[in-house]
């Protein structure tokens, strides 16, 4: 049976709950880590009568990707406030409460890039790259007959991806000396006697987030008794953070991608503001982009994609000569909700629960 902690784990190693925005209240918002999860609904928005419509359909778990009434500063619960009365009507029906938010929209396959995937968006990049998160690269000595065995364990843990391709490494043969002491126990030589060892030196990239895992992994796979290894931050640019901005397969207007956006998220409140004939580069925000519209202008964007973007954003847009489509908040960043759904029947099937889940739209 699927619990609480474990819906957890299986939405952070998609959503990455390290590439939060500081001060974002992700994870657990009401509940029990330890509480059993049967049923599951997800969403994007998180209001009383999306609650009361998790409760009455018999679920256990609501999992939906804004916090909105659990925002910083938390003042308690207040039961006179939206976000008190929404608590309490899940304690109350031992429902808990999931938050994905800026976790799935900076993480690999989250929101953005599922709208950049859905232009075809081509070399793109993170508009707004995560500060936190870095590409790291271990470095650790193996003898050459456990270099397989290490090597698979520390990619099973998230280690050696970069961009499609998978189990990257660089190895390099060398030799390592050690002069096992009194209560040693080494794998080779003896002890009280200095040794050479043919040894091969294994570098692997991994995300800053997935070092703990991986260390232990390796550590797991070794046959060592001691474990050398060594831990370097590389300067690589990260594939992680807030919008996407890249190039389109084809030109396009302005006029036709908003219309097949509109299409795509069935917005019934969509604007668009600006209207270029020749549109190759966009970026996309779904959400809220207010503050990142001088970005999409200094990477030359033709066109910004987002959810909203306030009054002063929209002229700024228009002085800056960039599209400016606005498709609603929630609107733009409806496909999550599907998307953390799909997440959790994989680990249903792999875990065997047998999970109900739910999908409101």
């Given amino acids: 049976m699927a619990t609480v902690g474990r819906i957890l784990e299986a939405l952070g190693e998609k959503y990455p709950w390290e590439l939060a925005c500081e001060g974002d209240r992700v994870g657990l918002l009401v509940g029990s880590r330890d509480a059993a999860a049967r049923k599951a609904m997800c969403s994007v928005d998180l209001t009383l009568s999306i609650v009361e419509r998790a409760i009455s359909t018999g679920c256990d778990l609501l999992v939906t990707h804004h916090p909105q009434f659990f925002r910083e500063p938390w003042h308690g619960l207040d039961l006179d406030t939206p976000g008190g009365r929404i608590a309490a009507r899940a304690v109350e029906a031992s429902l808990s409460i999931a938050c994905c938010h800026t976790n799935a929209d900076c993480a690999e396959g989250g929101t953005a890039d599922m709208m950049a995937d859905y232009l075809g968006l081509e070399d793109r990049r993170p508009l707004e790259p995560s500060e ?15 270099v397989e065995s290490v090597a698979d364990a520390m990619a099973g843990a998230g280690a050696g991806r970069i961009g499609d391709y998978t189990r990257c490494s660089f190895r390099s043969p060398g030799s390592g000396t050690f002069l096992p002491g009194e209560g040693a126990e080494p794998y080779s030589g003896n002890v009280g006697e200095l040794s050479t060892e043919d040894e091969v030196r294994l570098e692997m990239v991994v995300p800053s987030f997935s070092l703990g895992r991986v260390e232990e992994a390796m550590i797991e796979a070794h046959p060592y008794e001691e474990v050398a290894f060594d831990v370097y931050r590389t300067g690589s640019r990260v594939p992680w953070g807030i919008g996407r901005v890249g190039s389109l397969s084809k030109e396009s207007s302005a006029v036709d991608l908003f219309s097949s956006l509109v299409d795509w998220t069935g917005s019934r409140r969509a604007r ?53 489509a606005l498709l609603g908040h929630s609107e733009s960043e409806r496909p999550i909700a599907g998307a953390m759904a799909s997440v959790l029947e994989r680990a249903s099937r792999v875990g065997q629960w047998e999970m109900e889940i739910e999908v409101f739209t």
Avoid: N, Q, Y
Avoid at 135 to 144: L, N, Q, S, T
């Fill in 272 to 324: 668009l503001i600006g209207g270029a004939e020749r549109v190759l580069k966009v970026a996309v925000v779904p959400g809220s982009a207010g503050s990142l519209v001088g970005e999409a202008a200094r990477a030359s964007c033709d066109m910004l994609v987002t959810g909203e973007a306030g009054w002063h954003a929209e002229l700024e847009a228009l002085e800056s000569g960039v599209a400016l």
């Fill in 132 to 146: 936190g998160a870095f590409i790291a690269k271990i470095v650790v000595f193996v003898p050459p007959e456990a």
